[in-house]
């Protein structure tokens, strides 16, 4: 008999998902009324940390007891009645099923939860607005070391050409340099979604 349990006959006893697992990850589609602030929400963390929209709405909904904790607090939160914007989100069916569920069972308008839901990210969005800005201040300095090695790699040219060995090495450095820079700007660049986002 083998000791090692979830094996058999040397295998590993993997559980095949099932039909209604399948199912559930399945993309679909909804519309929502919600605020800017919760859309803008959305779209910068999914640019800021690589991950899907989808993926972000999954971590939000399929917690059913997180989601009648919060259907349970809308009575007593205010939302605030500024202007909604009507917008589709791709969502796995899974994550949508469990928000109708309690939607439904708590008589809380599935718009409402949506949105509170949404706003449970916007500490994390401030916090990467904080770390933007200091980003942006590594960036100047950064580029300042970057253009002090390329001045180094002329000199280094000038004293003993750019065949010796040792300017060549350093070219190579300044090259790998000069690409991780070229990344970081771009991740900058795409953080900037970050200084537009207001929140109330």
Do not use: W
């Amino acid at each position: 008999m083998n000791d090692i349990k979830g094996k058999q006959d040397g295998r590993l006893n993997l559980q095949s998902p099932s039909s209604k697992d399948l199912r559930g990850h399945q993309s679909v589609r909804a519309t929502f009324r919600l605020s800017e602030a919760c859309i803008n929400a959305i779209s910068i963390l999914s640019a800021q940390l690589g991950i899907k929209q989808k993926s972000v709405f999954d971590h939000l909904l399929e917690d059913l007891q997180v989601l009648k904790d919060m259907a349970g607090e809308l009575d007593s939160t205010q939302l605030d009645d500024q202007d909604r914007i009507q917008k589709t989100f791709v969502m796995s069916r899974r994550s949508l099923t469990y928000l109708d569920k309690i939607s439904n069972e708590y008589d809380a308008p599935r718009d409402a939860l949506m949105e509170y839901a949404i706003r449970r990210l916007f500490p994390i969005v401030r916090d990467e607005r904080t770390k933007h800005k200091k980003r942006k201040e590594l960036l100047a300095e950064i580029s300042a070391h970057f253009a002090k090695g390329e001045d180094l790699l002329k000199k280094a040219d000038n004293l003993v050409g750019n065949k010796d060995p040792i300017v060549q090495k350093l070219e190579a450095v300044i090259t790998v340099y000069r690409n991780e820079l070229d990344d970081i700007v771009s991740f900058i660049e795409k953080g900037k979604l970050l200084e537009r986002f207001e929140s109330k």
